[in-house]
């Protein structure tokens, strides 16, 4: 229970006429999570307009209503307390409700295009290995002591984050690596996380559908450096064109990585092969169970990371030297009883996924083909669709496009989208197969000596979406089965 002058400390109410007097016994942005004594927090989304949910919540026990739109107050019902921007404010109202407990961590934000995932479970992976007690919110999943919850969002809402730090606080976590979205950033989902680290990786075409445009999208990644504090720390990409512009409003001090300028934290690739990375990471030699130019910027960033934590760099390049990418992410699936070699890989950009084909065409034997299988959400941005037809066509010998998560669209109009990335005697040359485990089958069944199958695009989920449904559906399970 809270007092209502503490929850509301900071924020400015609108209506002269509001109560501070009394306390809440929880808050909540979802009307069917409200119990009696609750504040209910609405606010226009994306989607739905929270504003209508305000009568449910009422009836459920609510007894003060934050909102910014006053048509929806009404006498006598429930204390109201009206703001300009209830997103804003539900983020201060869940900070100050669970006593600001990311002040009591070391917090680590990572973010970019690409490179998110796998840096932040490196770090956890690195920090746990150090015996430090450490927690991961990523988009695969929530991570800490021995709880392990699967990720709803990339990073979570307000409310559903200061609950989380509360908790990881109480079970003696010390260090939080967490994944910080654009969304989350434009949003104010982070507005009061108290960083002391934060990680740019790249910043590429996505999420326009969202933005509108890649300068607006640039901006919102900006915002959790700009938001840092004096004491705080910030390590950028500094060979990425927009690693710089994520320093330039920040008061924290700055670091850099690089493979090809001059930076803080620098890496020379020696060995690039299937088996793995060899570098030179400042002037000191370490094989990763990572392969790719990408995933040398990626160890960098775990590398820069550890060191700026205070961590002994020898120590931080032993362990290193044992990680795993994520789950996901160059995801390799092998079976004596075959013998080609399958990739899952969630690359779901144009960038990421000409990345991803490029290191797989350094790596490959001589004679070997790539075979892509690979599709485009629905519901998302439909710019990005042409480009990945073309990235994977320009990039493979041979192109399956099919089913990605459709959701409330026409599977076969996504790829139709896909297909005008492509010239006609191209589009004579690829393979159609709406049914994602048919395309799976398919590759299979081409694949030779030494080939390599690229499954993209949904890398550790576990469903595919269709028409508001969740199926089971995983990628790696059906090629691990395929295969055996």
């Known amino acids: 229970m809270k007092s209502l002058n503490d929850i509301l400390h900071s924020i400015v109410i609108r209506n002269q006429d509001a109560s501070y007097d009394g306390s809440i016994h929880g808050i909540a942005i979802d009307s069917r999570k409200v119990k009696p004594g609750y504040m209910f927090i609405a606010y226009k989304g994306v989607h739905q307009d929270g504003h209508q949910y305000i009568g449910n919540a009422i009836k459920a026990g609510c007894k003060h209503v934050l909102l910014e739109d006053e048509s929806y107050i009404e006498k006598g019902s429930a204390k109201y307390f009206l703001v300009d921007d209830a997103r804003v404010a539900a983020s201060k109202i869940a900070a ?4 600001h407990p990311s002040q009591k961590l070391k917090v680590i934000g990572v973010t970019g295009t690409n490179g998110k995932t796998t840096v932040a479970s490196l770090i956890y992976e690195l920090l746990s290995q150090m015996k430090v007690s450490a927690g991961l919110i990523s988009t695969i999943d929530i991570k800490y002591n021995q709880n392990v919850v699967d990720a709803v969002l990339t990073t979570p809402d307000s409310l ?3 609950e989380l730090f509360f908790d990881m606080v109480d079970a003696g976590v010390t260090h939080v690596v967490m994944e910080v979205s654009s969304h989350a950033l434009d949003q104010g989902r982070v507005a009061d996380v108290d960083y002391d680290l934060a990680v740019f990786s790249n910043i590429t075409h996505d999420h326009l559908d969202y933005h509108g ?4 999208y640039i901006k919102a990644k900006q915002k959790l450096f700009d938001n840092l504090k004096s004491d705080a720390a910030c390590l950028t990409n500094i060979d990425d064109k927009n690693g710089v512009v994520m320093l330039q409003g920040s008061k924290a001090d700055k670091y850099t990585y690089a493979l090809k300028r001059p930076a803080k934290f620098k890496a020379k690739i020696i060995g690039n092969e299937i088996s793995g990375l060899h570098l030179d990471i400042d002037g000191r030699e370490v094989y990763l169970r990572m392969i790719g130019r990408f995933n040398a910027y990626n160890a960098l960033a775990v590398y820069g990371s550890a060191v700026i934590l205070g961590f002994e760099s020898d120590e ?5 030297s044992n990680l795993k990418s994520a789950e996901g992410r160059m995801d390799f699936v092998q079976s004596d009883e075959v013998n080609y070699t399958a990739i899952v890989d969630y690359a779901h950009t144009p960038d990421a996924l000409e990345k991803v084909l490029k290191t797989l065409s350094d790596v490959r034997k001589n004679e070997a083909k790539i075979i892509t299988i690979v599709g485009a959400g629905g519901n998302r941005d439909k710019t990005k669709r042409p480009e990945m037809a073309k990235v994977a066509y320009n990039n493979c010998d041979t192109l399956i496009l099919t089913s990605d998560n459709p959701r409330d669209e026409d599977p076969e ?4 989208d896909m297909m005008q990335g492509l010239d006609k005697e191209a ?3 690829v393979m159609k197969l709406t049914d994602r485990k048919e395309a799976i089958k398919m590759a299979t069944m081409l694949a030779k000596q030494d080939d390599i199958i690229l499954i993209a695009g949904k ?6 979406e269709i028409k508001g449904q ?5 990628d790696k399970e059906i090629i691990s089965a395929l295969m055996h």
Do not use: A, C
């Open 213 to 216: 445009t890649f300068s607006e």
């Open 316 to 320: 931080v390049l032993r362990i290193m």
């Open 413 to 416: 109009m996504i790829i139709e």
């Open 470 to 474: 969740k199926y089971p559906f995983d």
């Open 459 to 464: 890398g550790h989920e576990k469903y595919q």
């Open 160 to 162: 559903s984050l200061q």
């Open 96 to 99: 100050n409700y669970y006593d």
């Open 427 to 429: 589009q004579k040359k």
